[in-house]
Nanobody
Framework: VQLQASGGGLVQPGGSLRLSCEVS??????IAWFRQAPGKEREGVSC????????SYRDSVKGRFTISRDRAKNTAYLQMNRLQPDDTAVYYC????????????????????WGQGTQVTVSS
């Protein structure tokens, strides 16, 4: 399985971006978005469990970000609204072949495949 993330860019505070993660070479049981800002650890942003479409979000993005998928295109998305400067980071998508319990959905250690990352910069 290979992942290709895209859609990052420069946006003003309050703006929106939609990230895409194209999956090739197979399917996933769980897919997630992570981000890493300079000097900080990678943190889970959102995840989606394919079997039941259950989703999870970190507290700081709840109500602003939405994870979704298009099965026909084998692509996952992260719609990001009301972006803030603290959202600035490199965003990565990651996947694993099976489902994962909700409590570990945002744990980077459970994911086997990672995309290359896309830069999101929120600045005026």
């Amino acid at each position: 399985v290979q992942l290709q993330a895209s859609g990052g860019g420069l946006v003003q505070p309050g703006g929106s971006l939609r990230l895409s993660c194209e999956v090739s070479g197979g399917h996933y049981g769980t897919i997630a978005w992570f981000r890493q800002a300079p000097g900080k650890e990678r943190e889970g942003v959102s995840c989606l469990r394919s079997s039941d479409r259950h989703t999870s979000y970190r507290d700081s993005v709840k109500g602003r970000f939405t994870i979704s998928r298009d099965r026909a295109k084998n692509t996952a998305y992260l719609q990001m609204n009301r972006l803030q400067p603290d959202d600035t980071a490199v965003y990565y998508c990651a996947s694993r072949p099976g489902a994962i319990i909700v409590g570990r959905c945002l744990d980077p250690s459970v994911y086997e495949t990672w995309g290359q990352g896309t830069q999101v910069t929120v600045s005026s």
